[in-house]
């Protein structure tokens, strides 16, 4: 088959509703991750969640807007906020608490823990945080020897302790799927697109190897019907689980757009409500975090 037939294809798939999301990993329900937890510093009232547009990489992030401007046409004037811009300065805020708590001391400054708490391209609008929030996390930071680890049910479970055959295919499967699809944004979008000739053998090379793993998990499931029940959501959110983990420990800077293509949204969705209890937002910025142990993290910006 021809090059200009893949195209077509895809095209149809692509603009038909409910067609291929370009670059997706995998097919997901809506799951608004901040759903629930904002709320509108002008007027108090609760946030409400909808879809934004697809974007040209396949990401439909989610807005949030003050619901009670929404639904009663109150004179509120609270601007939207989207996801794009929460959750790259909400969790590498959290990231960056936990890198400081393991270089945190007594003789720790002010300063030096807002610099450590700021670093950042999300934070680059940020002209501080509340002293006292600074205050109180130090002396949370310099007792934190006994602070418990998060982990969800699903790494509790034993099934987490071991990663199966199914599991590593369903895995490359996924990757598979992922460079299929970025193969053809690659050549349907991109300025300098690449001969035709090379676009049907890669796609041809990487159809090749969906197929072998297919054929191998189909072969698992017919010698012992039980293997791959309920792999596919399980695995996806064990794995998001401990990429997010290692996400905000290891990375010095978390690529938010990089990290949401590649898990299970539930999983960072759990985690915020586990830990935060309310992010106020003020005309499309984070005004203040207030976290589950009762500390509001307030934010001033630079005019």
Known sequence: MSGSFFRLKFLLQRNRRGGVATGQTYVRKNVHIFGGLLRCAKCGSNMTANQ??????????SIYACGSRRRNQTSCTNKYISDMVLGPFVLNYIANIIRASKTHSPSTSAEALERKLLRGDAFKDVAGIDPETLSQLSGILNGSEDAGEYRPQLALSSRADSISEADTLKS???????????LN???????????????????????????????RLEAIQAADPDSSSGVSGDFIRKASYYIMAEKLVEDRYLDYEKYIRAIDPAVPKSFLASVIDCIDVDDGRV?????????????????
């Open 52 to 61: 934004d547009r697809r974007r040209a990489n396949g990401i439909r992030p």
């Open 172 to 182: 490359k499967r996924q990757k598979l799927e992922t460079a299929l699809a970025r």
């Open 185 to 215: 944004t690659l050549y349907l979008y991109d300025d300098e697109a690449m001969p035709e000739k090379d676009f049907v053998m890669q796609r041809a090379q990487l159809s090749k190897q969906l197929e072998d793993v297919n054929a």
């Open 287 to 303: 005004a203040a975090i207030t976290f589950k142990n009762g500390i509001e993290h307030r934010f001033t910006y630079i005019q």
